[in-house]
Nanobody
Framework: VQFVESGGGLVQPGGSLRLSCAAS????????MSWYRQAPGKVREQVAG????????NYADSLKGRFTISRDNAKNTVYLQMNSLKPEDTAVYYC?????????WGHGTQVTVSS
């Protein structure tokens, strides 16, 4: 199982970014996917999740309405659209899945929200 995250960078408050996570090494469409983030000095927290066909999604309460998770099973890719970004959204963002009771993580992509 491998993930390659991309799309992070430096953005001003109020701006937007779209993260991508390209997956390989497993049957992507069979598994739910999640995005997590970890800010400096803080524990890693789940940002959003999506079921294997994208029928259901869930979000951290503080992020509802600003972030949108989606997936394209034909491209083995999960996305995180982030709007109205705030400085407190600064973190490394990771994609994650559970396959056969094992958790797998990407290497992460840095998102920095600053003026």
């Amino acid at each position: 199982v491998q993930f390659v995250e991309s799309g992070g960078g430096l953005v001003q408050p109020g701006g937007s970014l779209r993260l991508s996570c390209a997956a390989s090494g497993f049957t992507f469409s069979n598994y739910a996917m999640s995005w997590y983030r970890q800010a400096p000095g803080k524990v890693r927290e789940q940002v959003a999740g999506i079921t294997h066909f994208g029928v259901s999604t869930n979000y951290a309460d503080s992020l509802k309405g600003r972030f949108t998770i989606s997936r394209d099973n034909a491209k083995n890719t999960v996305y995180l659209q982030m709007n109205s970004l705030k400085p407190e959204d600064t973190a490394v963002y990771y994609c994650h899945t559970m396959v056969d009771f094992f958790g797998f993580w990407g290497h992460g992509t840095q998102v920095t929200v600053s003026s």
